[in-house]
C-alpha cells in the first residue's frame, strides 16, 4: 500500500505523511504552543516547538535582567506561532504574543466575572493613560482616573492597584479600564457603613469641602452632606459664602438621612433658638417699628425685623399717594424704614407690614386743614371724560364731576373751559379718607341760582344776548361766575308782531325781559320781553290815568316813558 501511495500520490496521502512527520501534532498559526528551549546564542533562545525547524525569540521577551537570562537549556516554554515557516524555513516564534494571549484569556474570565484586575499606569496618552493588567495593555480615560479631578498622576503612575475593566474588544485589542468605578465603590461601601452610624437629630463636627451657589458640603469624617443656605442662618443668606468658607470646621445638626439615596441634610441654624417662637408677642399688630430692606422684589419690599425674622411690606402698603410703582422707586436695600405690624401668622413664618402706615394720611391732615365746605386751589392734572382732577397738597388730587362743573352748561362743554395746567379754584364737597376720594365742585363756588328766592316769577331782569336763532334768541343773566340761561322764543320778543323779529337784535345786547315761569326741578327759567311791555302798561295805565279819563293811551304811556326816564 506504501508503494501505490508513493507511486500515485493524491493530496489526501501528502496531508497523511505531514501528520506521521509532525508525530500527530495539531499546529496552526496564531495559537500559543508549548516548546523546548535547546540552545541559548547570545540573545536569542532557541526553541523546538516540534516543527522541522525551530523558532529564535530574543532573550528579551523573556525578561532578561542584569545580562542573565531568566530561562536556560532544557526549559518548557509557551510561546505564540506567528509562522510555521518563514522565507529561510525557520518558525516564527513570540514570547510577547503568548504572554498578551494568556492575559486575554485571563482578563476576559475576569471580566465575566465583573471583578477587578491588578494593573499599573505606565504612560499618557491622547485623553488618558496606558495601564499594563500583567501582559495586556489597556486604555484608562481621564475622566476614569479619580472621582474628583486630578491635577498631578505622577504618585499613581507605576503602582500597582486594582482597576475595573469597562470594555473588552478582542478582535481589536482594545481594553478600557476605569480606577474611579473601584474608588466608588469603595466609597459606596464605606458611606453604607457611615451613614448606619448616623443618626437624625444628632449633632456633629465637620470641615467644608465645597461651597455652591445653593449650599456648602461638608465632610462628616468620610461622608459628605449638604448644608443647604437656608439652613445655615434663621437671617436671609443669598450667597453661602458670606456665612462660610472652605477649610472651616463647623458644627451641624443632622436634619435628614435619605435611606434609598444616602444623601444626608444639615443644618446650622436648627442649633440656635428659632426666633419665630412668640413672634406674636414681640410684634403686636398696630405697633411700629425699625426695620432694614433686604430685598426688593417686584410686588414689595422684605424687611428685616430681627436676625430671621423679616416682614412683608406689599406694594400696595409702601405709599399713600404711589401707585403702581415699583418698589424699588420708594425704598432701597439697607435703607432704615419705620414700618407698622399689620398682620402675624406664625403658622407661616409671615408677617405683613405696612410702610405708608407708619406716616400720616393725607386725607386725614387734608380734611383737617380743609374741612368740607371750604374753598381750595390747584392745578388741573387731568381732564377725562367723567370730570377733572386738581392737583392738591401732599401729592394728592381731588375730582370736580362733570355735573359740579356750571349750573347751567352741559358737562361736557364746561370742560372744554379748562386745559391741563390751569390753576382753578374749587369747593370741597367731600372727604372719604377710607376710599382715598376727595370730591370737590366748581359751580357751587357761586351758590345755586336756583335755590331760595333769587329768581321768581314776575321778576325783571337783564339779560344779554348770546345767540340768535330763527325762531328766537338765547340769553345769559344773572352772576357771570355762575350765569342762567334763557331762551326768548320769537312771540315773546315783543308786544307788536311787527317787532318779533330775532334778527333785529345782536350778539351782545342788552334788553329787559320778565320772568314768566321758574322751573326749579328742571333748571330752567322763562323770560318773555312781550309780557314785560304788558305789565309795564298795565302799570301805566293804573298810575297816570284810567280808560274813561279822556286821556289818551299815547298821553298815559307818554308819561310813563317819562318818569321812567328820570329815575334812570
Known sequence: MADDMSMNPTRDDFSALLDESMGGRDFMEGQVVQGKVVAIEKDIAIIDVGLKTEGRVSLKEFGEEEGKAPIKVGDTVEVFLERVENAMGEAVLSRDKARREEAWTRLEAVYERNEP??????????????VDLGGASAFLPGSQVDIRPVRDVGPLMGREQPFAILKMDRPRGNIVVSRRAILEEARAEQRTELVSQLQEGEVREGVVKNITDYGAFVDLGGIDGLLHVTDMSWKRVNHPSQVLAVGDTVKVQ????NPDTQRISLGMKQLQSDPWDGVEAKYPVGAKFTGRITNITDYGAFVELEPGVEGLVHVSEMSWTKKNVHPGKIVSTSQEVEVVVLDVDPSKRRVSLGLKQAMANPWDA?????PV???????????TEFGLFIGLDNDIDGMVHLSDLDWAAPGEEAIAKYNKGDMVKAKVLDVDVEKERISLGIKQLAGDPMQGDTYRKGQTVTVQVTEITSGGIEVKFGEDEAPMTAFIRKSDLSRDRADQRPERFAVG?????QIANVDKAARRVSLSVKALEMAEEKEAIEKFGASDSGASLGDILGAALREK???D
Request: no cysteine; glycine share 14%.
Open 373 to 383: 365746605g371750604s374753598t381750595v386751589e390747584g392745578e388741573v392734572k387731568n381732564a
Open 509 to 513: 345786547d342788552r334788553l329787559d325781559a
Open 117 to 130: 484586575v491588578m494593573g499599573a499606569i505606565v504612560g499618557r496618552v491622547k485623553g488618558g493613560f496606558t
Open 565 to 567: 326816564a328820570q329815575k
Open 254 to 257: 443632622i436634619v435628614k438621612i
Open 366 to 370: 387734608f380734611l383737617a386743614a380743609h
